[in-house]
């Protein structure tokens, strides 16, 4: 009897988690690419993937306040860090998904020497993410200072939300010039890579994604395939690099 109930209990462990909508907090420099990942994700795991997408310290401050998120994804390790510090995500979890780069966008395609950018700019603004809360505008703020152009070009900046919105300003017209990530300069078809932020300008793009404590089985096997090779060759379409 006892042989024949721990034989049952093996066989439902092994099975699959029923079918089940997984939330996804994540940086909205990922939506192209998680627009595409979707509909996989379904049809891999059997699960939906709802999407929520904003800034890295938006969403993180969200979390902290009991937002019903199952998954996140960060465009930099310090509020991965801030969750993890105050317990929040789930132990083990948490690795390095992705790596993306830095560049100037406008939408005249004559290209700009980042040393020249204060007087191509003029008197208009340079788009940027919150400089000290988002991260595309925290990497853009370290790259342009470690450049020696900060000080001349912070009084013109723009700073918006998110570095999606950042994006709009340049490919609307409202803004010449722009400090985005390369997949955004990819997935929006009016703008073009005027410079590119020299990789030793700013710390390492790195993309950290875990679970949020409790787990799911759903809530992992959608980790565990944003892991995989499938999912990794669609972020690769849309730009992004490997960890490491």
Known sequence: MLLRVATVLLLVLALPAA?????????????????????????????ELRLVLAGSSALARQIQNGAPADLFVSANEDWMDMLEADGLLARGTRRDLLTNTLVLVGTDPVPVALADLPTALGDAR??????????????????????????????????TDNVRAALSLVAAGESPF???????????????????????????????????????????????????????????????????
């Open 19 to 47: 079918a089940a909508e997984v939330t996804l907090f994540a940086a909205a420099s990922l939506k192209t690419a998680l627009d595409r990942l979707a509909p996989a994700a379904k049809i891999a795991t059997g699960h």
């Open 178 to 244: 722009g400090v985005v990530y390369a997949t955004d300069a990819l997935a929006e078809p009016r703008v073009t890579v005027l410079a590119r932020f020299p990789e030793g300008a700013h710390p390492p793009i790195r993309y950290p994604v875990a679970a949020i404590a409790p787990v799911s089985p759903a809530a992992q096997e959608m980790l565990d395939w944003l892991d995989s090779p499938e999912a990794r060759a669609i972020f690769a379409e849309n730009g992004f690099g490997p960890p490491g």
């Open 126 to 159: 340079l788009a940027m993410a919150l400089v000290d809360a988002v991260p595309a505008g925290i990497y853009g703020k370290a790259a342009l200072t470690s450049l020696g152009l900060w000080d001349s070009l912070s009084p013109r900046v723009a700073q």
